[in-house]
């Protein structure tokens, strides 16, 4: 292949590689459970699973006679590991735009690696799929004259996934008005702002968190309300085309990396952490397993705080997931026949 695509990948295995061995050697954990170090010993899975990619992705740069499937099936296996080893990324930058840190920069360093790695090998998996289908690299099509590429004019979504996307945005709204309650002073879940902001010091927050609270302003509900305005871009046409309120931007189309990169990055941390931590309120509800009642006065005060706040995530997450999914197939740029 003449692709640049495979020879990145293949850097980036080499790199992920080596930051594995460097790790596993010196006994320095780079896989986390929330601030928990896992065992070294997973070190040596980013290892194994960048000599896999570097070993495909050579094979795929020179023309290997490998089975097309078997290298496709590699490929996309390589990329969902990696993106097992990103997950928590987008928590890790949230927690250093508002706090400055990190809990530990060794597993941050691990996530925005892996992460890098799901961009370069599903960048030469499309690639390689192309390639060897003889289809064009641009709409996936086979053709048989000279096209021209061209971008679908601006549409909304279908109305399921307007409907759906409604609903995701609407699940904030219980997180929110909790969040309100307690930075404006009120109480909640026996909980009340004074407590809120005591055990936001006890945590180590940061200056510019704290600022904002004493603002009135809660940083998770004003990310929230971020949140709510990328959904409903993905499945509004003011989502392709600069709206008018952009001033200089207006009319321009919206660069499709623009909302598709923290959409598919929210939608994937978002969705899987929002519906375990269902799965896990549920079950504490039910009392199959035990809860810890943490800061809260009550197990019941926990349990209401992870519905509102868990269960926002997990709606919002998949509702993402499904606008992220229209947006991509809308946007797509499309070949026409020239001349």
């Given at each position: 292949?003449?692709?640049a695509?495979?020879?990145?990948?293949?850097?980036?295995a080499?790199?992920?590689?080596?930051?594995g061995l460097?790790?596993a050697?010196?006994?320095?954990?780079?896989f986390?459970r929330t601030?928990?170090?896992?065992p070294?010993?997973l070190?040596?899975?980013a290892?194994a699973v960048?000599?896999?990619?570097?070993?495909?992705?050579l094979?795929?740069?020179r023309?290997?006679?490998?089975?097309?499937?078997?290298v496709?099936?590699?490929?996309?296996?390589?990329?969902?590991l990696?993106?097992?080893a990103a997950f928590?990324l987008?928590m890790?930058?949230?927690t250093?735009?508002?706090?400055?840190?990190v809990d530990s920069?060794?597993g941050t360093?691990?996530?925005?690696?892996a992460a890098?790695?799901?961009?370069a090998l599903?960048?030469t998996?499309?690639?390689y799929?192309?390639?060897?289908s003889?289809?064009?690299?641009?709409?996936?099509a086979v053709h048989?004259s000279?096209?021209?590429?061209?971008?679908?004019?601006?549409?909304?979504?279908p109305r399921r996934?307007?409907?759906?996307a409604y609903?995701?945005?609407?699940?904030?709204?219980p997180?929110a008005?909790m969040?309100?309650?307690?930075?404006?002073?009120g109480?909640f879940?026996?909980?009340t702002g004074e407590?809120?902001?005591a055990?936001?010091?006890r945590?180590?927050?940061?200056?510019?968190?704290?600022?904002l609270?004493?603002w009135?302003?809660?940083?998770?509900?004003?990310?929230?309300a971020?949140?709510v305005?990328?959904?409903?871009?993905?499945?509004?046409?003011?989502?392709?085309v600069?709206p008018r309120?952009?001033?200089?931007l207006?009319?321009?189309?919206?660069?499709?990396w623009?909302?598709?990169?923290?959409?598919?990055?929210g939608?994937?941390t978002l969705a899987?952490?929002?519906?375990?931590?269902v799965?896990?309120?549920?079950l504490?509800?039910?009392g199959?397993?035990p809860?810890?009642?943490?800061d809260?006065p009550t197990?019941?005060?926990?349990?209401l705080?992870?519905w509102f706040g868990l269960?926002?995530?997990?709606m919002?997450?998949?509702a993402?997931a499904?606008a992220t999914?229209?947006?991509?197939?809308?946007?797509?740029p499309?070949?026409?026949v020239?001349?």
């Amino acid at each position: 292949m003449t692709n640049a695509s495979p020879y990145a990948a293949f850097g980036w295995a080499v790199a992920y590689g080596g930051f594995g061995l460097v790790t596993a050697l010196t006994g320095t954990a780079i896989f986390y459970r929330t601030a928990q170090p896992l065992p070294v010993g997973l070190n040596w899975a980013a290892v194994a699973v960048a000599v896999l990619a570097a070993m495909t992705t050579l094979a795929v740069a020179r023309g290997s006679r490998v089975p097309r499937q078997a290298v496709l099936a590699t490929l996309v296996g390589l990329c969902a590991l990696s993106g097992v080893a990103a997950f928590g990324l987008l928590m890790d930058v949230i927690t250093f735009v508002f706090g400055q840190t990190v809990d530990s920069w060794m597993g941050t360093a691990n996530r925005a690696l892996a992460a890098i790695g799901v961009v370069a090998l599903a960048a030469t998996t499309l690639s390689y799929r192309s390639a060897t289908s003889g289809a064009c690299p641009r709409c996936g099509a086979v053709h048989t004259s000279s096209t021209v590429r061209s971008r679908p004019e601006p549409a909304p979504a279908p109305r399921r996934v307007r409907a759906l996307a409604y609903v995701g945005a609407a699940a904030f709204l219980p997180y929110a008005v909790m969040k309100t309650i307690w930075v404006l002073g009120g109480t909640f879940a026996g909980i009340t702002g004074e407590d809120m902001v005591a055990m936001h010091e006890r945590n180590g927050a940061s200056e510019l968190w704290l600022t904002l609270d004493r603002w009135g302003i809660d940083p998770t509900a004003l990310l929230a309300a971020l949140g709510v305005f990328l959904i409903l871009g993905l499945v509004r046409p003011w989502g392709q085309v600069f709206p008018r309120w952009t001033l200089t931007l207006s009319g321009r189309r919206v660069p499709r990396w623009l909302p598709l990169t923290p959409a598919m990055i929210g939608a994937g941390t978002l969705a899987p952490y929002g519906v375990a931590g269902v799965v896990y309120a549920a079950l504490g509800t039910a009392g199959a397993i035990p809860i810890s009642r943490g800061d809260f006065p009550t197990v019941g005060d926990a349990l209401l705080v992870t519905w509102f706040g868990l269960g926002a995530f997990a709606m919002y997450g998949l509702a993402l997931a499904l606008a992220t999914w229209s947006y991509w197939r809308r946007t797509q740029p499309t070949c026409t026949v020239s001349g």
